[in-house]
């Protein structure tokens, strides 16, 4: 079955340790991305990735890390977190983005994070 | 920056009724327009789509139509259920990024 997959679903940590959101793949896309949801905000790109080993910042990139090593996989990286990293977290992936942009984004289940 | 506006929730609607969902964007370029829907505990989903101006975009009822004079791309559904019960996120791509609205709650009642 062609899905994204999201690990953890949910997490609760604490202010400053390090943590790890992980997203795989098994459609084969070249494109693939980080969304926050807060009320009212609607989702807000964090970073996106045209393919491996290129990555790039969207809208809300402070306080977040990325890579692309792997094709499938494109993990989200919080080197310290504080509490108003809490949120909802996306991954998404398409087959290709670009100008005029028509691949749809295939999301996955969401991560919902909690820092104290 | 490039932008999406839609009306805000929640809407409330017995069944049968008719929805609509206004949207409205601000865009430097020719984006594609899209509608997302997120049902509950779920990742969000494409709805309906379309690229350029005057396309119709269609799925499970619900159409929209790109009004590039006006700038919208507003849903509407004629005959709602209980299962349209969600989160619809109007959205619009340009040079690799996609720009979400806020979010419009729908609730439909039997």
């Known amino acids: 079955e062609a899905q994204v997959t999201q690990n953890p679903r949910y997490l609760i940590t604490v202010t400053g340790k390090k943590l790890t959101v992980t997203c795989s793949q098994n459609?084969?896309?070249?494109?693939m991305s980080w969304y926050r949801q807060d009320p009212g905000l609607g989702l807000r790109q964090i970073y996106y990735?045209?393919?491996?080993?290129?990555?790039d910042k969207g809208d809300v990139p402070e306080g977040y890390k990325v890579s692309r090593k792997e094709k499938r996989n494109f993990p989200l990286i919080l080197e310290s977190p504080s509490p108003n990293q809490t949120s909802l977290y996306f991954c998404?992936?398409?087959?290709?983005?670009?100008?005029?942009?028509?691949?749809?984004?295939?999301f996955g289940n969401g991560t919902r994070l909690t820092v104290t | 920056g490039d932008s999406v506006t839609q009306m805000e929730g929640p809407v409330t609607l017995s069944e049968e009724a008719f929805l609509t969902i206004n949207c409205t964007y601000t865009?430097?370029?020719?984006?594609?327009l899209f509608w997302y829907v997120q049902y509950p505990g779920e990742g969000l989903q494409l709805l309906l789509k379309?690229?350029?101006?005057?396309d119709k975009g269609s799925n499970k009822g619900f159409e929209a139509t790109y009004r590039k004079e006006t700038t919208s791309f507003h849903l509407e559904k004629g005959s709602v259920q209980v299962s349209d019960s969600a989160v619809y996120f109007c959205?619009?791509?340009?040079?690799?990024?996609?720009?979400f609205g806020a979010g419009t709650t729908v609730t439909v009642r039997a």
């Open positions: 998404a992936s398409s087959l290709t983005g670009g100008t005029g942009y028509n691949s749809p984004l295939h």
């Open positions: 959205a619009l791509s340009w040079d690799y990024k996609l720009s």
């Open positions: 459609m084969n896309h070249e494109y």
């Open positions: 865009a430097t370029g020719y984006p594609s």
């Open positions: 990735s045209m393919n491996v080993e290129v990555t």
């Open positions: 379309a690229t350029k101006a005057d």
